[in-house]
Nanobody, 124 residues
Framework: QVQLVESGGGLVQAGGSLRLSCAASGRTFTSYAMGWFRQTPGKEREFVAAYVWSGGTKYYASSVKGRFTISRDNAKNTVYLQMNSLKPEDTAVYYC?????????????????WGQGTQVTVSS
């Protein structure tokens, strides 16, 4: 069992930056691929980024590539999402997710555990 707690959301102007954090419980953090998804009302949860520990492979949605960076600190059982050059269309609730022995899937259904989400609002 893994528990995930996100933090770092908030209100920022377009062009600004935020860093989201996701703290994970459990001793087998390195066994999980970690992902970030986002969701706006009335829409399905959308893949943002993923980090596979084995090999250090990172994946990004095309809409955020070059602006967002996913990283993880295994010593702290924490995964981060650094978001730069934010746009109003990045406004959403952002969720952290863990996929046991995952390969960085873009499908939300592949992830086993989810955090409660953190709101990110980008004003124009």
């Amino acid at each position: 069992q893994v528990q995930l707690v996100e933090s770092g959301g908030g209100l920022v102007q377009a062009g600004g930056s935020l860093r989201l954090s996701c703290a994970a419980s459990g001793r087998t953090f390195t066994s999980y691929a970690m992902g970030w998804f986002r969701q706006t009302p009335g829409k399905e949860r959308e893949f943002v980024a993923a980090y596979v520990w084995s090999g250090g492979t990172k994946y990004y949605a095309s809409s955020v590539k070059g602006r967002f960076t996913i990283s993880r600190d295994n010593a702290k059982n924490t995964v981060y999402l650094q978001m730069n050059s934010l746009k109003p269309e990045d406004t959403a609730v952002y969720y952290c997710a863990a996929d046991y022995l995952g390969d960085g899937s873009t499908l939300s259904s592949e992830y086993d555990f989810w955090g409660q989400g953190t709101q990110v609002t980008v004003s124009s």
